[in-house]
């Protein structure tokens, strides 16, 4: 039984040494990163265009990021021998109490590492501040010479100190009918707004004002807009925001998150002119900052957008994804209120339905209670969009199908082919919120990857594994990867799910699926 616990303390002393080198490793990757920022500055400061000034040189943040770079070089050559120093004591240790010392020595050495990798990401972020946005998209570099955005790439280096100016704000808010009719013209398909809350203008009715046909032209004439709100869609397809936009009686900034499109694709500059605020989801820091430039402009009486969900909803069972906490955060820390909003189009459809519904205030909720009444309450709307919108399934056509999974997740790659796409993004483009309380089967299976199948324990691992390979299959996220700058159709030359003819209008009199 002692040797059983040494020999499992050992594993443990093990794991922390390599948890260890783990960190000193990212840490390095981290380091070599600034390095080649660094080192684009003093090509920038020695090039005869002087594209970045010489002031940036005689900053505290230039200074101080080209010492601690210098600290790192002689630290990683220490922790380089300190590391392989404790697995040599782990083969020479004889008792409990040597481990332990170990142990200590790992933790310590973590602890060590986890300092110095945030001094560095401290002068990384001093350093970016003292560039402006302009410096910093002339840093970029660009070996494919692929289209850019030089312009609009300064979003995703301006903070929220210097996002939009006053003048800004005001200058959007008067070119709001040019905007909407100019998104009018470009968009594929009309848009039609089913239902615009009364309290949405500012708590007064149709009648109230005067009488008109429908709620969409008192809107138009009112443009009452004495206050902002926190507009939170569902998120499916291609031009939801450009139906937004026109639906609105006011200016809003949209919360956007794709870097790809921002830097290559020339249509984002009109959702600049219509209002944008870049978050980059992949950097905490640039997470915090986003929830502070929306509070910004819901302090200026701007509204924002937020598409909570992270990602299109790319299920097929679900009229939500989960959602994230930003908007109850933004209601707590502004007051203003969150309106749940459905948007609903099909493949072949030239319209676009746009629902508002009641602006909902948080005040008893917590943060769980809250995200799900908003997930609520755009899904009721949702659903009863699809109920009078869609045309139904029958159990007949799906028994037709090949594999009705696959053709979905097809449908789905050309809602996101609408965009030109110049890089394997998805990773960040098809990030969604993960429940901590939940997991999922095919987390689980994922988890026997590389579990070898023995005679002993086929019975168990066999159909699991077999459920593994249906999952790879339909993995989105890989599925994207593999075709999104491929041709589709030469892919699958036999799928005619590629031209839609289940959605003809004869489909409409077919029964619905039960």
Not at 91 to 117: H, N, P, Q, W
Not at 156 to 178: A, C, D
Not at 359 to 378: C, I, M, Q, S
Request: hydrophobic share 35%.
């Amino acid at each position: 039984m002692v040797e059983e616990a040494y020999a499992q303390r050992e594993l443990e002393v093990i794991d922390s040494i390599m948890a260890l080198d783990n960190e000193l490793q990212e840490f390095k990757r981290i380091d070599k990163e600034l390095r080649a920022f660094i080192e684009k500055i003093d090509e920038k400061l020695q090039s005869s265009k002087r594209v970045i000034k010489k002031r940036v040189k005689k900053t505290s943040a230039y200074q101080l990021t080209k010492s601690i770079l210098q600290n790192n070089s002689q630290f990683f050559c220490e922790y380089a021998k300190t590391v392989e120093a404790l697995y040599n004591e782990v083969l020479c240790a004889k008792t409990f109490d040597d481990l332990d010392k170990i142990s200590r020595s790992a933790e310590a050495g973590s602890y060590m590492v986890k300092e110095a990798e945030d001094n560095t990401q401290v002068a990384y972020r001093a350093i970016k501040k003292v560039l402006t946005p302009a410096e910093m998209v002339s840093l970029e570099e660009n070996p494919r010479n692929l289209p850019f955005n030089k312009n609009l790439a300064r979003v995703k280096y301006s903070t929220s100190e210097n996002f939009v100016t006053r003048q800004g704000l005001i200058l959007r808010s008067l070119f709001l009918g040019v905007m909407q009719n100019a998104l009018k013209s470009a968009s594929r398909r009309k848009t039609v707004i089913e239902e615009y809350h009364p309290e949405l203008l500012d708590g007064k009715t149709p009648e109230e004002i005067e009488h008109t046909d429908t709620l969409v032209e008192v809107k138009k004439i009112t443009h009452l807009h004495d206050d902002a709100y926190i507009f939170v869609p569902n998120h499916l397809f291609d031009e939801e925001s450009n139906s937004l936009s026109i639906s609105l009686d006011r200016a809003v900034f949209y919360l956007v998150g794709s870097t790809d499109q921002i830097d290559h694709n020339p249509v984002l500059n009109f959702l600049w002119l219509s209002g944008l605020a870049y978050v980059n989801r992949q950097d905490s820091e640039s997470r915090k900052d986003s929830v502070r430039k929306m509070e910004k402009l819901l302090n200026s009486k701007i509204s924002v957008v937020e598409y909570i969900e992270g990602r299109y909803n790319n299920t097929e069972n679900k009229l939500t994804e989960e959602m994230f906490y930003s908007a109850y955060e933004l209601w707590e820390r502004t007051g203003k209120k969150v309106v749940p909003v459905a948007t609903h189009t099909t493949m072949d459809a030239d319209t676009v339905y746009v629902c508002f519904g009641k602006p909902l205030d948080f005040t008893g909720l917590n943060k769980y209670e809250a995200r799900d009444l908003v997930r609520e309450k755009v899904s009721e709307m949702h659903y009863e969009q699809i109920r009078q919108h869609s045309i139904p399934l029958t159990r007949e056509y799906l028994d037709s199908r090949k594999d009705y999974h696959f053709d979905y997740m097809i449908q789905r790659r050309q809602e996101y082919c609408h965009h030109p796409w110049y890089d394997d993004v998805w990773d960040e483009e098809l990030t969604g919120f993960i429940r901590k309380d939940v997991t999922l089967p095919e987390e689980v299976r994922a988890s026997f990857d590389k579990v070898k199948i023995t005679p002993a324990n086929a019975y168990i691992l066999a159909p699991i594994l077999l459920r593994r390979e249906q999952d790879k299959k339909y993995d989105f996220k890989q599925f994207m990867k593999n075709t999104y700058d491929k041709d589709i159709r030469a892919l699958y030359p036999d799928n005619d799910i590629l031209d839609y003819e289940y959605q003809k209008d004869s489909g409409k009199s077919k029964k619905a699926v039960t």
